[in-house]
């Protein structure tokens, strides 16, 4: 009679079961993983899978209202009555681009082609702000991937209701909007209103300054989705975070960097001119 070894045959049974459950694992990452393609367009752009579950449209909501969060990366300090600022804006918030949250919302024009390719997705933009008043300041950005199917646009109010002249302190409070257009599988607007302090230096005589600046925010992130494909739930998610930057005026030159604190961080840069 053959003579069996439990002690063997049980360690080879356990070993059976870990190969299976990391070949198991292996295989829901590769599902999880998939992208969705669509050569329509030459970058990839928004259409809603038909597998993008109620949760995962939760997730997005959230992360796409942070990513589209109107940041117009300034002091707290008025511009003044009639004056004006132009500049060049990038934000990039840090997203898991592999989650069934982005994964599900987009295609892509390949299978290597990923939305971000880092840990940061990059939104590219233009910013313009103009004193209406002494203490009130208009804000707009734009920004459209000619290559997808989507762009941001949003507006901005900033009120000045602290603005010591010789402690160099300001305070304001703004209120805007934002909200992603093109896609006709979704909608996503967003509304936040801000307080933001800040102090100026003089760095060189007087016609080079910095300003630190902080700041806290609440926003309402609002999705719905527009297709056949899905019958999900309108997402509107509350949230908060906070801020705190440094910019710069040397001579007609803007140039500020932003870093925002929340769930989904987000850092900022911008370059411009004012006159």
């Keep these: 009679m053959r003579k069996v070894d439990l002690k063997k045959t049980g360690f080879k049974k356990v070993a059976i079961f870990f190969c299976l459950m990391i070949a198991a694992t292996d295989f829901s990452l590769g599902q999880h993983h998939e992208l969705h393609i669509n050569p329509k367009w030459e970058e990839c752009s928004f259409e809603i899978s038909p597998i993008l579950t109620q949760s995962e449209w939760h997730t997005f909501t959230k992360e796409a209202g942070l990513a589209a969060y109107y940041r117009p990366l300034i002091d707290a300090k008025p511009i003044g009555k009639w004056n004006f600022e132009i500049s060049l804006v990038q934000w990039q918030t840090k997203i898991d681009e592999s989650e069934g949250a982005w994964n599900n919302t987009f295609v892509h024009p390949d299978s290597t082609h990923w939305l971000v390719g880092g840990p940061r997705l990059p939104i590219p933009g233009l910013t313009g702000r103009i004193g209406i008043t002494d203490n009130v300041d208009v ?5 459209k991937n000619p290559q997808a199917n989507y762009g941001v646009y949003g507006g901005q109010l900033q009120y000045n209701f602290l603005n010591d002249t010789t402690e160099k302190w300001s305070a304001s409070a703004r209120a805007g909007f934002s909200a992603i257009f093109g896609p006709e599988d979704l909608k996503v607007s967003i509304h936040g209103v801000d307080l933001v ?4 230096f003089p760095a060189y005589s007087d016609w080079a300054f910095v300003s630190p600046y902080a700041g806290v925010s609440t926003y309402l ?20 975070q906070a801020m705190v ?19 989904t961080s987000t850092l900022s840069f911008r370059i411009g001119a004012g006159f």
């Design 221 to 240: 992130s609002s999705a719905r989705e527009t297709t056949d494909k899905v019958a999900l739930k309108d997402e509107d998610i509350f949230g908060a």
């Design 245 to 263: 930057g440094v910019a710069a005026k040397i001579s007609f030159a803007r140039l500020a960097m932003e870093y925002n604190f929340s769930n």
């Design 197 to 200: 302090a800040s102090k100026e």
């Design 139 to 143: 804000g707009v950005y734009f920004t």
